[in-house]
């Protein structure tokens, strides 16, 4: 990764009174001035876990050190995104004092950001929070938009509330510490904004995917700063997803059925969604609304990601049907899908053939190898 200091990149999510700006670029954690500008509070309490701590709890601390600063760590992982472990952070709050113009700082991936922002959703009603993404995915997708959630154990994300930060930063810098199946993971995220709306960024993801995973700083920002701009243009539109936010979830039906059905254990979210779109993209391709080759260019992309194409072992049709019948686009007991019209056409429909959901679902149990 390069080291010079390029431009940060400011894009506005235009939500009326909810509006905030999402920061791109290079060593943000360091930039006290950003931070300041969106505190309102001398409290503040920056939520993290055991692997981002060591790594960059103290810049952070460092940066805000006229304000009071207390952290949390958390354990690390998807089955700790639960109300116990949210719970700790109440109580925390409450032992510290913390009052209702105070502010939360959400350090890490999606885990971290969904507990933090939903703890900060409940607590008093609602305080401040600033989103600091430190994957990919988060910095893509989890950490904008306002969707804040914990898992149950009969559905994952069941537990949440819509809460806008009141700033996201998005630090390049931190993805050099970031392992390689977190990067592809969060590959998928960003594969998914060009299938969903913007057939250019596809095109240009196709060309630009090896740089992407050989963490070129200009193709990261690109690739970031083009996602970010396609989330917010949607949830601008439709922040509670009434309609047309719907779309953010291509891959997503499938995908957190899969990972309900490991439990939330071996598979990644974002390979959960690649496995998920690829299958949508198979749903599609038997209407006759997707060609072949649109899913070849589908699986190629995929497959340069390293990303998982077939679901995992133990998982067959009739488990997935179970599984995603708890999914939250189901209306009156029909279950909307999000598929493709094309690449860059995304759709949210219950006009599907039933037949033919299962025919995918038989075909991703079937396949054993990566094409
Ligand atoms: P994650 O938060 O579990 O982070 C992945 C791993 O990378 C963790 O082990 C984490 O500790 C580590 N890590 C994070 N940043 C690092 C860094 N800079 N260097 C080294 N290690 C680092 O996973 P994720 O993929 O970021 O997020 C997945 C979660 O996001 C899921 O719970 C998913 O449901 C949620 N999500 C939410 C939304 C939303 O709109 N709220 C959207 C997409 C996904
Ligand atoms: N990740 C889907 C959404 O934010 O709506």
Not at 38 to 57: H, R
Not at 260 to 284: F, I, K, P, Q
Request: with cysteine.
């Amino acid at each position: 990764m390069q080291s010079s200091e390029p431009e940060v990149k400011k894009i506005i999510v235009k939500l009326g009174k909810r509006s905030y700006p999402i920061f791109i670029g290079n060593n943000l954690l360091n930039n006290a001035g950003l931070f300041k500008n969106y505190i309102n509070s001398k409290q503040v309490m920056v939520v993290t876990n055991e692997t981002i701590a060591p790594l960059y709890l103290d810049r952070i601390i460092h940066c805000l050190s006229d304000l009071v600063v207390e952290s949390i760590i958390l354990p690390d992982g998807e089955e700790y995104k639960t109300l116990e472990i949210m719970n700790t952070i109440i109580t925390k709050l409450l032992q510290q004092r913390f009052s209702r113009n105070s502010c939360l700082i959400a350090l890490g991936g999606g885990v971290v950001g969904d507990i933090t922002g939903f703890a900060a959703a409940c607590y008093q009603r609602g305080i401040d929070y600033i989103q600091v993404p430190t994957t990919v995915l988060a910095q893509v997708d989890s950490s904008v938009g306002g969707k804040t959630a914990v898992n149950h154990i009969l559905g994952k994300n069941m537990i949440g509330a819509f809460h806008q930060p009141r700033a996201v930063i998005a630090d390049i810098s931190v993805l050099a510490t970031l392992d390689n199946r977190e990067l592809r993971a969060g590959l998928a995220e960003v594969i998914k904004y060009g299938l969903i709306h913007d057939k250019k960024f596809f095109t240009w993801l196709e060309q630009n995917i090896v740089r992407l995973l050989n963490r070129e700083y200009d193709a990261l920002c690109f690739a970031i700063d083009c996602s970010c701009r396609n989330k917010a243009e949607i949830v601008a539109k439709d922040e509670k997803e009434s309609g047309i936010r719907a779309l953010l979830n291509l891959g997503h039906t499938f995908g957190h059925a899969i990972e309900t059905g490991l439990c939330y254990r071996d598979w990644l979210h974002g390979e959960a969604v690649a496995t998920g779109m690829l299958m949508s993209a198979d749903l599609s391709c038997r209407h006759g609304w997707i060609t072949d080759d649109d899913i070849a260019r589908i699986r190629k992309i995929l497959n340069t990601a390293e990303l998982p194409v077939k679901l995992p072992q133990g998982l067959n049709s009739e488990r997935m049907l179970e599984l995603m019948s708890v999914d939250k686009k189901t209306r009156n007991g029909i279950l909307n899908l999000v598929l493709l019209k094309g690449i860059g056409n995304a759709i949210v429909t219950d006009q599907y053939d039933s037949e033919k959901l299962l025919e995918t679902l038989m075909h991703f149990s079937a396949v054993q190898e990566v094409a």
